[in-house]
């Protein structure tokens, strides 16, 4: 199958550049390489003169907001214009493991699984040594992430719970892309496109089908828990989910923020909203109806 990697970039050059290493080191490499910019006019540098050769196209900002659902349809735009059947969306962050691409295609071409949203396994690795990573030791670093199902390298899972999907690593037929039609570009910032997304797929009637033997290796970066400094893109996300679906993603980020006493429940409005900060007038809290 024509396949198309496509991801998305505003920096984080170090963990782009051990990504395109590895989908050269695979056991099959990607007909197109397509790396969405987002206001990074630098990445040429970094992936110019490597295989796979990358094609890089732009995507600006607005506000500020990384508009992470627009890119990946223009990404997907671009790849389906240049012959692709396969989409393979990795994270800026995440490294192929040998046989990602291989099992992708062999589990697309299954009819059983050619209309599924097709997920890999995803590890998260410890921070790097003084020296950075090695390709060759990066499935002994990290397990599975533990709220995502695990197949055995050549076995397929069927996950029907579409609120498990995540984009940090998938594939979709082109057929199944247009069937589902891309992602809400009402969302920008961080959070909440990809539950989304998984939301659209279910209501297309697309399956989830988790794959064993496409791993993926998420590289280390500071991270703050609960993402405090992603605290507006997630409510106003929330909401537009709230509005579009019935129903508040995020839950676990949402309760890590109240009891943090950065966000409350207001009753009469029906929503989430900031909490005043220390010496303003008070606002009372109240728990979720």
Do not use: K
């Amino acid at each position: 199958m024509h396949t198309a990697v496509i991801t998305l970039a505003a920096g984080r050059h170090r963990h782009l550049a051990l990504q395109q290493a590895g989908l050269a080191a695979g056991s099959r490499t990607p007909e197109q390489y397509v790396v969405v910019a987002m206001d990074d006019p630098d990445l040429g540098g970094v992936l110019a003169g490597r295989r796979p050769a990358a094609t890089i196209v732009d995507c600006p900002v607005r506000d500020g907001n990384l508009p992470l659902a627009r890119a990946r349809n223009l990404g997907a735009a671009h790849a389906l214009e240049h012959g692709a059947e396969l989409l393979v969306f990795l994270d800026v962050d995440c490294v192929p493991g040998e046989r990602l691409l291989e099992r992708y295609a062999q589990v697309a071409r299954d009819p059983a699984h050619r209309r599924s949203l097709l997920c890999g396994t995803v590890a998260y690795l410890p921070p790097p040594g003084p020296t950075g990573y090695r390709l060759a030791h990066l499935p002994v670093l990290a397990q599975p992430h533990p709220a995502r199902p695990a197949p055995a390298p050549d076995e397929t899972r069927d996950g029907g719970d579409h609120t498990l999907f995540w984009s940090l690593s998938f594939a979709l037929t082109t057929d199944t892309w247009h069937t589902v039609g891309g992602f809400c570009e009402e969302y920008e910032g961080y959070g909440g496109e990809d539950t989304d997304y998984g939301q659209r797929a279910r209501t297309s009637g697309v399956g989830l089908t988790w794959v064993g033997g496409a791993p993926a290796f998420h590289q280390h970066h500071p991270a703050s828990s609960p993402p405090v400094e992603h605290l507006d893109d997630i409510l106003r996300n929330a909401e537009i989910f709230h509005r579009r679906w019935g129903w508040w993603p995020m839950n676990g980020w949402l309760d890590e923020f109240t009891s943090c006493g950065l966000v409350h429940w207001n009753r009469s409005t029906a929503r989430w909203e900031r909490s005043p900060a220390p010496g303003a007038d008070p606002v009372t809290a109240h728990p979720r109806e």
